[in-house]
């Protein structure tokens, strides 16, 4: 297994960092997050038309670029580290990989290459309970029910905590036949978000940076040919497009904490007390050394879960353990993100607690992306699980 960058992945990564530090900005941030949107969508058509990131990692047959999981991570990374406020996590790494996945061949044809052509789309398939603390997001959070009416389905429920559900134009619904539970019965949809029977709402979130929505389907009629896969069984490709999406949090993550260093260093740097810089002070450098440390391990985490996910996508011998290694990655770069982020506003002080400085905007992107899709408990309890068995 390579761990280092080819000359190409560092080029991507390379041009990311370079492309996200002129237009993520703490004005283009703030400005992104007031708008119902939750992004400019002048810049999504800048990064779909001149940089087609959208397109990285879905196979040159339906228009995209072919590359693999290492590379998306590497521009996750970056996405994490600028905060950047776009539709790109939801669609790529939700939306992208669960047709890839669990998409039928006529679906994959019909969908891929318009989402390389920019179009927005999501996964839902949390219920209320995970709403109410229950903490659930493996197939217990499935509790949308879809019943069979001759040749279509109906769907009922409400999904919550839906990245860009409010406004993706195409949403992957997981839901359950009636009376099941657990692993079975559980079937996904590919659904035009305008269809008759759905209604959207934003939901007040502590991320500004990331719009999350409420999803409610009432009477959701559905043609056979919105199935994807097989009715009753799709638990398998949900597991794997859950544990892809993982692996890209924790990227993110990953970004997340470099940056809260970077922040931190470069505050203390120029802060003045008792006559020099606080960067010279022995407690911020231990607080900076373990800060760099903690973040170093995420890397290493992170780009292993990568390596694991792109042979998970093709098959290959490691291909079993993409759970244990998206768990691991997840469970170690939400607690170092926060703690990283945390950090960071300390060294800032009190004017860390304030608007005008990005500290508090990584604290708060820290905590709602430790308990998406698990927090760091949940994924150490799944990584012991997967030992016993």
């Not at 776009?86 to 890839?100: D, I, Y």
């Not at 040749?151 to 134009?169: C, K």
């Not at 990227?251 to 960067?279: C, H, N, T, W």
Request: hydrophobic share 45%.
């Amino acid at each position: 297994m390579q761990f280092a960058f080819t000359e190409e992945q560092q080029m991507i990564r390379d041009t990311a960092e370079q492309f996200l530090a002129e237009v993520s900005t703490s004005e283009a941030i703030r400005s992104a997050m007031e708008t119902e949107l939750g992004y400019q969508p002048e810049l999504w058509q800048r990064i779909c038309g001149e940089l087609y990131w959208q397109a990285i990692h879905i196979p040159e047959a339906y228009g995209g670029m072919g590359l693999g999981q290492v590379e998306l991570a590497a521009m996750l990374e970056q996405m994490g580290r600028y905060l950047l406020c776009s539709p790109f996590f939801s669609t790529v790494c939700l939306g992208a990989n669960a047709l890839m996945v669990a998409g039928t061949e006529a679906q994959k044809e019909k969908y891929l290459p318009r989402i390389c052509e920019g179009l927005t789309a999501t996964l839902a398939y949390t219920g209320i309970s995970a709403a109410r603390g229950g903490g659930r997001w493996g197939a217990d959070a499935v509790e949308a029910i879809a019943e069979r009416d001759g040749d279509e389905f109906i769907l009922n429920g409400t999904l919550r905590f839906v990245p860009d559900g409010a406004s993706a134009e195409l949403l992957i619904v997981a839901a359950r036949a009636a009376g099941t539970s657990g692993e079975a019965g559980i079937s996904l949809f590919v659904v035009p978000a305008e269809s008759p029977g759905i209604e959207r709402k934003l939901l007040p979130t502590m991320d500004q940076t990331r719009k999350q929505a409420e999803i409610v389907l009432s009477d959701l009629r559905l043609p056979a040919d919105t199935l994807m896969g097989a009715e009753g069984d799709a638990w398998p490709q949900l597991q794997k497009i859950l544990q892809l999406a993982t692996v890209a949090q924790a990227a993110e993550q990953m970004g997340g904490a470099q940056q809260s260093l970077d922040l931190a260093v470069e505050y203390s740097k120029e802060r003045a007390q008792f006559g020099r810089p606080i960067a010279g002070f022995q407690a911020i450098k231990h607080k900076a050394a373990d800060m760099m440390t903690r973040t170093e391990v995420a890397r290493s985490a992170v780009y292993y879960a990568a390596c694991v996910a792109e042979e998970a996508v093709e098959g290959g011998e490691l291909a079993g353990e993409l759970g244990e290694a998206a768990s691991i990655a997840k469970a170690y770069c939400s607690d170092a993100y926060f703690q990283n982020a945390g950090d960071a506003l300390q060294i800032h002080g009190g004017v860390g607690f304030t608007w005008e400085y990005d500290v508090h905007l990584h604290l708060k992107r820290a905590k709602a992306s430790e308990h998406f899709l698990g927090s760091g408990d949940y994924h150490r309890e799944r990584v012991a699980q997967l030992l016993l068995d």
